[in-house]
Structure formats: C-alpha cells, structure tokens
C-alpha cells in the first residue's frame, strides 16, 4: 500500500469528505443470496437505529473487487463509513492512519469480555477497536448432494482416499462429482483445505500460516499440491471463471455432487429452501475433522468529518455487536456468532456442529486461520500464494515439485 500512503498526503489536504451526517456508507460484496439476506439484516437493524443506509456492494467473491474499489476511493479522500475489512489487513490500514478508534463503545459494551482474546487483538489498531466482528465463518467444509452419492451407491467421504473413491464411484455413474469454480481465491480456498488434510494442523501452521521455507518446500507440500491436481480431472470443463455460488448451485441443483467451500455456502442452500441433513449434508473437509479453519468477517471503520457522521458509526459497531443481529445474521450467512454466550438454539445441524468444533478445535490447538480468506498473512504475500496455486491449477506443465519451490519465492513477498 506504498502508492497509497503517498497518495493520501495530497488526497488529505484537498479532501473532501462527502459523507452525511447518519448516512452509513457500507462497503461489501455480500451479493449472493445468502449474503444479500444476511446483508438485508444488517440495513434493518441500523434503519432502526434513525440512520439511513447507503448501500456500497461490489461483486465478487472473497472481497478482490471490493478492495479494489476501496483504495480508490480512500485515494481519493471520500472513504465509506465502514467496509469490510478483515484480518491482518486492518493493521495495514490502520497503518494508513485513516482508521478510526470505536475503543468509547467497546469499553462501554466490555467487548474485551466478549471476543475471544485473539479476535479482539485483529480488531484492534494499536490498542484501540477500529473493527468490530460479524462473525465466524468455518472455510474447511464439503458441501454434498446426498442423492447423487446414494445414485453411485459412493459413500459420504471422511478421508482423502475415500474422496477420490467416492469422486471416480461419481464418475462411473455419469455423475459430476466436484462443483468447481476456477478463480484464484477458490483455488486458495480449496489448496489450503488439502494442505490441512494431508499435512495436518501443524503442518498447515508452519507453511501457511508462519510461512516457513523449509516447509513450503518440503516433500509434504509436493504431496499436498500432487493431492490438490488431483481433483482437477473430477471438475467440469466450465469450470474456469465460474462464481462460488454458481458451484454452489450446481450442488443444489443435483448437476454436481460435492463443493469443497466455506460454510458461506450454506447460506445458499438454506436461501434455495433446501435443509441440511436431508437435501444437504456439510462434512469437514476429508482428513481435517478436527482441525477448524477460521474466516472472521469484521467492519473496519474510517475517520469521519463531523460528530453526526461519528455517531452513525458508533451506532453501526454495537448493532453488529449486539446478540439479536450476531442471531438472525448467522442464521442467513451461514456462519456462527463470534461473541460469547450466544444461544444457539435456532442453528441448523451445521451450525451446531461448527460452534461444537470451533470450541473443540480451540481447546487442541487446532484452531488455524485461513490463508485464502485474509486472516493469515499480509495481503501482498496472499496475492502472491494466489498467483502459483493458480497457475499449478491450470498450467498441466508445471510439476508440484516447481509449484512448491515458487511457493517458497512467493512468501517472500511483502
Ligand atoms: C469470504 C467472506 C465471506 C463470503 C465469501 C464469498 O472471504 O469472508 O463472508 O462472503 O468470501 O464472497
């Protein structure tokens, strides 16, 4: 962000801040139909509040467009009230110095007590709460058409062996097993779901997460990647470019079998009237049951010209706080709460089982965060991880020997 911290400079001096008094811009890209849902929640509980919403949504899955979108316009010295921002990317802002502190609602509200220490740690800028968390989002899932599975008599998968079984059992019987779409942050999504199943947590911890050299290279990251191309020949030849819901709906639809992907997915199913268990099942994905990959959605929020704009804001961060929205936002998005001692009682099966081994995965140390969803490593060293994981996707030359060495090179990057 060097382009942008020189930029702001000149942008600060002729800036001219068009935001209105308790009009709260929201940058998102929840667009999708369970997002829009979810999205909808979040605009009722603020009109409640007296102020006026103004919608900000830029399309496009896991937020590339929606960053975008957002440089610019803080470039330009006009930022939204609050965007969608997560993980170690609010520090980089916050290094911007465009952030700005809600620490007066958090202290009123105790979210020090209500967040697990090591989320209030990402939502703070040097001290201070300059996000506030919407919620816990499980990335290591498998969304399956259990009909279609029934149909080629292949069993509901739990290690990485019985997936390919299942997947070429789907494939006999003219079955499409895997609903893939071919875009740089869903590759990511689903190589880091593999590098959890085949190497584990500590593993997963050391390459992706601490982005040590010796393991990025190492024998069980050219596993790792041998295991990821594998599922190629099980995708669909329109595969490349395809949406995340659009796969999403070849699963509800009965035009595929299995998505690896988040539990935003959910939201899909639950918005096409569909019920887990029994038009859907969700299952970790194979050889990660233990292991819980974490997304935490999160609103950063940015310095505002008046005190009327300031209160706009502050009112946006403790309605996302507040146990009603953390409720009936979960129950669309497909994600669980984040604050503490929520009740879970309205949550499907999949919610449950998610809060069940999101606690479960803490105790053991199993808890990781996610690579492809910005809550592990700065956002120039994604991009880069993006680009090989990718290119070994698509490029059938390259060997995963090679991927694994331009891994390496590519965690280097800042
Ligand atoms: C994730 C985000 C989710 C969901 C998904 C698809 O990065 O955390 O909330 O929206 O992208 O867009």
């Given at each position: ?18 935001a209105h008094a ?176 085949v190497g584990g ?202 991927a694994a060495d ?9």
């Amino acid at each position: 962000m060097q382009v942008l911290r020189t930029t702001l400079c000149a942008a600060a001096m002729a800036a001219a801040f068009t935001a209105h008094a308790a009009e709260v811009e929201v940058l998102h890209w929840w667009t999708s139909g369970g997002e829009a849902k979810a999205a909808a929640e979040l605009k009722k509980m603020l009109e409640a509040k007296g102020h006026k919403w103004k919608d900000f949504a830029v399309a496009g899955g896991a937020g590339e467009n929606a960053m975008t979108a957002l440089k610019t316009r803080v470039v330009s010295g006009n930022p939204p009230t609050a965007a969608q921002i997560k993980g170690p990317a609010i520090q980089e802002w916050g290094e911007e110095g465009v952030l700005a502190s809600i620490d007066d609602v958090a202290k009123k509200e105790g979210w020090d007590k209500l967040l697990p220490p090591v989320v209030a740690n990402v939502m703070k800028y040097k001290g201070s709460y300059v996000a506030v968390p919407v919620n816990v989002h499980r990335v290591n899932w498998l969304w399956v058409n259990p009909e279609l599975l029934k149909k080629a008599k292949a069993k509901v998968p739990t290690t990485l062996d019985e997936f390919f079984a299942t997947a070429e059992a789907l494939k006999k019987a003219g079955v499409q097993p895997v609903a893939y779409g071919g875009q740089p942050w869903q590759d990511a999504t689903v190589f880091e779901s593999v590098v959890l199943g085949v190497g584990g947590v500590d593993f997963y911890r050391k390459s992706l997460v601490q982005l040590d050299q010796n393991s990025l290279k190492s024998p069980t990251m050219v596993k790792a990647l041998e295991t990821f191309k594998r599922i190629k020949p099980y995708t669909d030849k329109n595969a490349p470019g395809r949406e995340w819901n659009l796969a999403t709906a070849m699963v509800i639809n009965g035009k595929a079998a299995m998505q690896f992907m988040g539990d935003w997915a959910k939201g899909e199913f639950l918005a096409a009237g569909k019920v887990p268990g029994k038009d859907f099942l969700c299952v970790a994905v194979p050889g990660t049951a233990t292991a819980f990959t974490f997304n935490i959605d999160s609103f950063a929020m940015f310095k505002l010209p008046n005190k009327d704009a300031e209160k706009g804001e502050k009112d946006f961060a403790s309605a996302v706080m507040s146990p009603q929205f953390q409720e009936v936002f979960n129950l669309n998005k497909g994600s669980i709460p984040v604050r503490a001692g929520m009740n879970m009682a309205k949550f499907d099966a999949c919610g449950q089982q998610s809060a069940k081994d999101f606690a479960a995965a803490s105790q053991k140390s199993a808890l990781v965060p996610s690579m492809a969803h910005g809550m592990a490593v700065h956002s120039a060293t994604q991009g880069a991880i993006y680009d090989v994981v990718s290119q070994f996707w698509n490029d059938d030359r390259m060997s995963a020997r090679q991927a694994a060495d331009k891994l390496a090179a590519a965690a280097k990057v800042r």
